[in-house]
C-alpha cells in the first residue's frame, strides 16, 4: 500500500527560503524533470522531484498519476490524497508563497485540477503543456486563495498529443475568474518551451 509520494530533493545553494515542486507527466518518473535544474539555474531554492505513484504497465521506470478503474472511469482519490500529505509537509518547511509548482502534461493536469485548489496562497503555479480533466464544466477553476498567485500556462502550438486549445480554454476560464494568469504559446510540439522557462525563472529569483 503506497502511503507517501516518493521524491528526490535538490538544494541549489540556499534552499531553506524556497522550494520548486516538479511534476513529471505520464510514463515519465522523478528524473524526468531532473534537467531543468542545470538548464534553469535558479540560485537558491530546493527542488522536489516528484514521482506518480501508478506504474504503467509495460513500461520500464514509467509512473502515472492516475489509472482506468473502469472504462472512462479514472482514480482520482488515491492520488489527491497523496499529493495532499506530500504539501502538508511541505507547509511546515516553507511559506507557503515561497512556493512554486511546475508539471508537465500530466503533471499540467496536476496543477490544473489539484494545485489550484490548495488552501494555501502560492508563490506561482506553472502548468506546460497541460489540460484539466473536466475542461467544460463551468466550475470555479481554484481556491479562493489562489486569486493573487501567478499561474503561467504554456503549450507547444504544434503539440500533437496534449491540444493547445486545452491550455487555451483553462487560461480563458481562470482570466474570466478574476485570477492572475498569463498564457505563453511557443513555437514546439509537445515539449517544454525555453520561453515558458525563462518566465517562470524569472518570478521565482525575484
Known sequence: MINKLQYDFEAVGDASEKALVA???WQGNRNSMR???QS???????????????????????YSWSY??????WEEDK??????????????????????IMGFSQGGLVCIDFVLFLTKPL??????????????????????????????????RDDKQVPVSASVDIFQQLKEQGCN???????GEHNIGIECLRKIKTIIQN
Open 181 to 187: 494568469v498569463e498564457l505563453i504559446l511557443y513555437k
Open 123 to 156: 508563490g506561482g503555479v506553472f502548468p506546460i503543456a497541460g489540460f484539466s480533466r473536466h475542461p467544460k464544466v463551468k466550475i470555479s477553476r481554484c481556491h479562493p486563495c489562489q486569486k493573487n498567485t501567478q499561474i503561467i500556462i504554456a503549450h507547444g
Open 68 to 73: 482506468e478503474i473502469s472504462k472512462g472511469v
Open 35 to 37: 534537467p531543468l535544474i
Open 40 to 62: 534553469m539555474n535558479i540560485k537558491n531554492v530546493g527542488w522536489y522531484l516528484l514521482e506518480a505513484p501508478f506504474p504503467v504497465e509495460g513500461v520500464k521506470d514509467g
Open 23 to 25: 511534476i513529471h507527466g
Open 79 to 100: 492520488p489527491i490524497n497523496l499529493l495532499n500529505i506530500f504539501f502538508n509537509d511541505l507547509f511546515k518547511e516553507y511559506s507557503s508563497k515561497n512556493i512554486y
